[in-house]
T-cell receptor
């Protein structure tokens, strides 16, 4: 069964709306969670690394104020796309790790901004 | 610099035929190598991984991969493909067993013909 749950699976909203995506590790405490973005027919691009209780580390070119990440507990990280615009439409995937284990991925969130 | 190359963007095979998906990597340290599979609209599922030891690793769903250090390759194979194997396959390399971001290849889309 799934070890990482991502919610919602699909979001359609108007431009200017803020959207929150949740990533939960179901049966383990994730020391680190990652947020990826995937454009159609392309690979995953790491957006940020999220460690519980500390600020997220963003990859170059990713706007911190645009993509807010909160990792309040060892089982939950959230990504908030603030004031979303059509160019933010994408597939967002989170992953979680436990020390010395491979990343477990969520099923992704399809975000469509009208 | 770290990079992963999957030379084949799209491969089509007949059901029951053998399959080999190519992956070449460039990494400055000892690589930890992974193959993930992604079905449409979903997250990534780990097929197999290589950390050390036997260079031929077995994974789920009948897949295997062979690590060849001299060729910087980690090709994925399956003796007999099933229609349900149609998906996108990603090769990835990381710094160590369970942490850090992964560097993904651009993926190979597998189509299976009945």
């Amino acid at each position: 069964g799934a070890v990482v749950s991502q919610h919602p699976s699909r979001v359609i909203c108007k431009s200017g709306t803020s959207v929150k995506i949740e990533c939960r590790s179901l049966d383990f405490q994730a020391t680190t969670m990652f947020w990826y973005r995937q454009f159609p027919k392309q690979s995953l691009m790491l957006m940020a690394t999220s460690n519980e209780g500390s600020k997220a580390t963003y990859e170059q070119g990713v706007e911190k104020d645009k993509f807010l990440i909160n990792h309040a507990s060892l089982t939950l990280s959230t990504l908030t796309v603030t004031s979303a615009h059509p160019e933010d439409s994408s597939f967002y995937i989170c992953s979680a790790i436990y020390p010395n284990q491979p990343q477990h991925f969520g099923d992704g969130t399809r975000l469509s901004i009208l | 610099a770290q990079s992963v190359t999957q030379p084949d963007i799209h491969i089509t095979v007949s059901e029951g035929a053998s399959l080999e998906l190519r992956c070449n990597y460039s990494y400055g340290a000892t690589p930890y190598l992974f193959w993930y599979v992604q079905s449409p609209g979903q997250g990534l599922q780990l097929l197999l991984k290589y950390f050390s030891g036997d260079t031929l690793v077995q994974g789920i769903k009948g897949f295997e991969a062979e690590f060849k250090r001299s060729q910087s390759s980690f090709n994925l194979r399956k003796p007999s493909v099933h229609w349900s194997d149609a998906a996108e396959y990603f090769c990835a390399v990381g710094a160590r067993a369970g942490a850090n971001n992964l560097f993904f290849g651009t993926g190979t889309r597998l189509t299976v013909i009945p």
